[in-house]
């Protein structure tokens, strides 16, 4: 946890571990050492705690966990996201349509895929940072094979329109990736009602370890792999698994889906008050994506002036 007396507000780029997050990691070390591809009696001990964990991340998605592949983290979910369509179906097509606000984990495949030959359109937001559906379908072209739309920025906390954005992608036959590692664990998110075929997981920000996370694919979603290998992960992910990690991630993804109410009623009353004291100090301060949905634990401000390095 923080260290005593500090006041620690930056979640949004890494939470502490939690206490029952922590035990089960622990205990994951302790009895589930093995290798979980192995068939004796401690690998298969390893296998049943991998497994428990996918059906808890499963449930906090809303998919199957046949659905769910364990991943080093948030960067490598939206890599073999992108890379993974890239190469799955780059014979039928070489574009790709992203907003101008993605996390670097998206923009920077992205323009590797272009040094390879892809073209990438990015397309921008309004003024509350917010993506317009209308603007993806007009950047769709025929040799579109993939949207990518962040579901919550990570700056300003704006939530994007994922599920129409998706529709629009359905209707034309392309996949939809959204990278929701600010959002799963702060606000409710569901692959069914987003419509996304590829939905990616980071484990650091919803009180699980770091270098674990999570990847949904969709039944039947075209994707290469990443990391190729040994069959693990169904031959989506190679790499002997990291249980104590999973193990990690499974309690907290299970810890969000018990206390996801009660922390978002919390977390916005309190950005809401320091929001109000802050405006009080100083009038013309700008709050950014204000009037837009956006994270209950997310605020993003700024002071005229006033230089945002020496605010922090």
Not at 13 to 20: G, H, I, K, L, N
Not at 262 to 269: D, L, V
């Amino acid at each position: 946890m923080p260290a005593p007396g500090l006041v620690y507000l930056d979640f949004n780029a890494t939470t502490p571990v939690a206490p029952e997050v922590r035990q089960a990691v622990f205990e994951a070390l302790d009895a589930a050492w093995a290798n979980p591809s192995s068939g004796h009696l401690p690998g298969r001990l390893a296998r049943r705690a991998v497994e428990e964990a996918r059906a808890r991340v499963a449930a906090l998605l809303g998919c199957e966990a046949d659905e769910v592949v364990f991943t080093s983290g948030g960067t490598e979910s939206d890599n073999a996201a992108i890379f993974g369509v890239a190469e799955a179906l780059g014979g039928r097509g070489r574009h790709l349509v992203v907003t101008a606000v993605e996390h670097a984990a998206v923009e920077e495949p992205c323009r590797a895929l272009e040094q390879r030959g892809f073209e990438v359109s990015r397309v921008g937001v309004d003024a509350q940072g917010v993506v317009d559906p209308g603007a993806i379908e007009e950047a769709i072209r025929p040799d579109t094979i993939l949207v990518s739309v962040i579901h919550a920025q990570n700056e300003t906390g704006a939530i994007q329109p994922v599920g129409a954005i998706a529709r629009i992608a359905r209707s034309r036959g392309i996949l939809l990736h959204t990278d929701a590692a600010q959002s799963v664990g702060k606000i409710p998110v569901s692959v069914g009602a987003l419509g996304c075929d590829l939905l990616s997981v980071a484990g650091h920000k919803l009180y699980a370890p770091k270098g674990v996370g999570a990847l949904y694919v969709r039944r039947g979603t075209p994707l290469a792999p990443l990391l190729p290998g040994a069959p693990q992960e169904g031959g989506r992910r190679a790499g002997t698994e990291n249980v104590a990690g999973i193990a990690g991630l499974g309690a907290a993804c299970e810890l969000a889906a018990l206390e996801l109410e009660p922390r978002m009623e919390r977390m916005q009353r309190l950005r809401d008050r320091l929001e109000a004291a802050l405006r009080e100090s100083v009038p013309d301060l700008v709050v950014y994506a204000s009037r837009a949905p956006r994270l209950p634990n997310t605020s993003s401000v700024a002071i005229p002036g006033a230089r945002a390095d020496r605010m922090l």
